[in-house]
């Protein structure tokens, strides 16, 4: 999961690109990066850390001209990173681009390979995105027919030759020197894009991000969500141009978006995320009724903050008191996206600190937008305990995770997924919960799907198994937990070595 933003605006645009990775930067927090073009000339800088602490003044001087792209970034292939990662990413042959990308490439070892015996392109980095953005040089290349010359159909077919070679889940944006903003989306629009506009006495301006949100706060009007397969251009001149640039086998929007990832004041794919936690609010609710009737509940909890709009509703169809039981540390990075678990653990507790008043002798249900590892439930449970409550039920308002993500979030491997091998019960149990209640799966689709009755379908994997793209395979899934499982090795190599360094050790 990360943010992408794309402008091309009327006047200097460095601070709306800033703007909008504020806004976005809780899709990553790892790394962020600004690229502008002033004339025929790309400006860029990139670093790892939250926008505000990668951009200074000096920096943003030097991001001079009316259109760009930028990016924030999580990882999404295990908790190592290397800074060179940042994006977004360059390439100045067969012309010069800039591409910033949210989503993983589910073959990018396969194109690798192509890109360096066949293309012959090199990769500077283990990122699938510089992946994405060789194939697209290439197809750019392959369509111009070695006259170096820019069209909208040579762009529009090296679009399309990208999405039969790319595969997986892939937003991108997209700066082609001296000719405007491109920017496609995967054929199954597993992650999420949006086109808005900006009038102005001077003409047009258009934006495209991640979220609506992006399009909210910066003043823009939402025009709609690019489709999947879908690409749109948009010139120098502020020209706006749409094609279909593959065919759509399955709408699939990633399920995860709307149970955890994307602010609640955004809107995706014409569902709004607010109204779509507060239907899974009501359908647990009716579970914990037809289920659950038998446990004494004095007050329902919400896990801040992405847990609130589903807790308050499911309070309010129980007739059970809601309350705020936790105060949140908002200078805390979240603990899903912090990387190693040697951090996450201390974490907690920095990140979230109970009210007692709120718990002493009470039978308390927590209610959490998701549970993937465990960790975080269980210190919660622990700090509900200490704070006086004589019962912690736990409610997640999305199903069991059982299986790792391979489309751009940093799901673990199984071994590291708490309920990949148990039950409600079983994960109770591990969590110290005096009951575990869990989201059905089918609820879920229908807490988001009927929202927009024209999607269809989700992308769900991490709750059934079920890979949209039909690409990957048990010895994919291997290999991709094999990466992780080297990633946390060294990630927890470094904090073995932080720990022996602040004893006044050394290695």
């Known amino acids: 999961m990360c943010g992408i933003i794309g402008v091309v ?15 976005l930067q809780h899709r990553g927090q790892d790394a962020a990066g600004i690229a502008t073009a002033e004339g025929g000339r790309f400006h860029m800088h990139k670093g790892s850390g939250l926008a505000s602490e990668v951009f200074r003044t000096r920096n943003m001087r030097n991001l001079a001209g009316n259109w760009g792209i930028g990016h924030c970034r999580y990882p999404t292939a295990g908790s190592a990173f290397n800074a060179a990662e940042a994006q977004p990413f360059y390439v100045n042959s067969p012309f010069g681009l800039m591409l910033a990308h949210n989503g993983n490439l589910t073959n990018s070892e396969e194109l690798k390979r192509e890109m360096y015996l066949g293309d012959l392109r090199h990769m500077n980095t283990n990122s699938d995105s510089e992946v994405l953005l060789n194939v697209l040089a290439h197809e750019l290349q392959v369509a111009s027919n070695g006259t170096f010359r820019l069209d909208e159909d040579t762009l529009f077919s090296a679009v399309q030759g990208t999405h039969k070679r790319a595969k997986g889940a892939y937003a991108a944006v997209v700066m082609i020197a001296g000719y405007g903003l491109l920017a496609f989306r995967d054929p199954y629009g597993i992650r999420p894009l949006i086109l808005g506009q900006h009038e102005t006495p001077e003409g047009t301006e258009y934006m495209v991000a991640s979220e609506s949100v992006a399009l909210d706060v910066l003043g823009f009007k939402p025009v709609r969500d690019i489709a999947p397969g879908e690409a749109v251009l ?41 109204e779509s936690r507060v239907k899974m609010g009501v359908y647990l609710a009716e579970k914990i009724k037809r289920e659950y009737a038998h446990l004494k509940i004095d007050v329902v909890i919400p896990i801040p903050d992405s847990s609130r709009s589903a807790a308050m509703e499911l309070a309010s169809r129980l007739a059970i008191p809601y309350r705020e039981g936790f105060v949140k540390n908002r200078y805390i990075g979240r603990t899903f996206i912090m990387p190693g678990q040697a951090v996450r653990r201390k974490s907690v507790r920095q990140k979230l600190n109970a009210m007692h008043q709120e718990f002493v002798g009470k039978n308390v249900l927590l209610v959490d937008d998701s549970i993937v590892r465990g960790t975080t439930s269980r210190e919660i449970i622990n700090m509900a305990r200490e704070a006086g409550a004589t019962k912690v039920f736990m409610a997640s308002a999305a199903p069991p995770v059982r299986h790792a993500n391979v489309y751009g979030i940093d799901m673990p491997s199984r071994t590291e997924l708490i309920a990949a091998f148990r039950d409600a019960d079983q994960v109770g149990a591990e969590i110290g919960a005096d009951a575990m209640i869990y989201q059905d799966l089918a609820d879920l689709k229908k807490a988001v799907g009927d929202l927009n009755p024209a999607v269809g379908q989700f992308e769900c994997s991490c709750f059934d198994g079920i890979y949209v793209t039909g690409d990957v395979t048990p010895e994919y899934l291997d290999s991709v937990e094999d990466g992780r499982g080297a990633a946390k090795a060294a990630d927890e190599d470094d904090a073995q070595l932080d720990l022996n360094l602040m004893a006044g050790g050394g290695q």
């Open 9 to 23: 605006a009327k006047g200097p645009v460095n601070q709306l690109l800033y703007d909008g990775l504020q806004v």
């Open 234 to 274: 948009i010139d120098t001149d502020g020209k706006l141009s749409m094609r279909q640039c593959a065919e759509v086998r399955a709408f699939a929007p990633c399920m995860f978006e709307y149970v955890y990832l994307a602010r609640p004041d955004s809107i995706i794919d014409g569902i709004s995320v607010y």
